[in-house]
């Protein structure tokens, strides 16, 4: 996982819960980079598990949670930070269709060693998406977090609604209804 992934991850957990949260996660976690990240780096997603998993018992909030609120809050910074994928777009679907085949298409031209998962498109109508993630890393919550953000964005109202298709979460339903 790139190293901004958990710069902004750590940013976020110091404006929520302030700079000495973000140092006994670091602390308590052992994390083999010891926190420091550098944009470009690449570091095991096993350290993102390890600092939720920490963050999670300081908050009393579920690890699920917390990656859900995470995927919603970096979508905001992706919005900021890689404005061309947004031009033209008026709807949440347009960019929901457009992650598998070109963002993270551009994602990794960007970050060659960025771990990327794949999304399929199953069913679309104008009210309703289906979208199968696929992924090693089972970052289901974060994606549906993202799913939310994207939809915030464009001040839609959406519904997500997860099915685990293969129980150890490397392979997620989602039905997104408007
Ligand atoms: C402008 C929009 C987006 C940008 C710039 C972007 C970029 C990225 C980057 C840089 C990573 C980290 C790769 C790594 O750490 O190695 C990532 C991971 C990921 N992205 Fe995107 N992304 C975007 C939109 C989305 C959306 C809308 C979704 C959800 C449907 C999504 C789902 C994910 C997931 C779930 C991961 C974690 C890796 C995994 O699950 O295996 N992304 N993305």
Redesign the pocket.
């Known amino acids: 996982?790139?190293g901004?992934?958990f710069r902004e991850f750590l940013e976020m957990v110091e404006k929520e819960y302030g700079y000495e949260t973000v140092d006994t996660i670091i602390e308590k976690s052992e994390v083999p980079s010891e926190g420091v990240y550098t944009s470009v780096g690449?570091y095991h997603?096993s350290e993102m598990f390890a600092l939720v998993t920490e963050l999670s018992k300081i908050t009393k909030l579920d690890a699920d949670k917390l990656l859900f609120t995470f995927?919603e809050y970096v979508?905001g910074v992706?919005?900021k930070?890689?404005p061309v994928?947004?031009v033209d777009k008026k709807s949440s679907f347009e960019?929901?269709a457009d992650?598998e085949g070109t963002?993270?298409v551009e994602?990794l031209k960007l970050?060659p060693?960025?771990?990327?998962?794949t999304?399929s498109i199953e069913e679309e109508t104008t009210d309703m998406m289906v979208?199968i993630?696929r992924?090693?890393?089972?970052?289901?919550d974060?994606?549906e977090g993202?799913?939310h953000g994207?939809a915030k964005h464009f001040d839609e109202k959406i519904t997500v609604s997860k099915e685990y298709i293969e129980q150890d979460g490397t392979v997620v339903s989602f039905r997104i209804t408007k």
């Open positions: 996982m790139k901004l992934v690449t997603h995927g979508f992706f919005t930070a890689y994928f947004f960019i929901l992650v963002i993270h994602v970050y060693e960025a771990e990327l998962p999304f979208m993630y992924s090693q890393r089972k970052l289901a974060f994606a993202l799913i994207c």
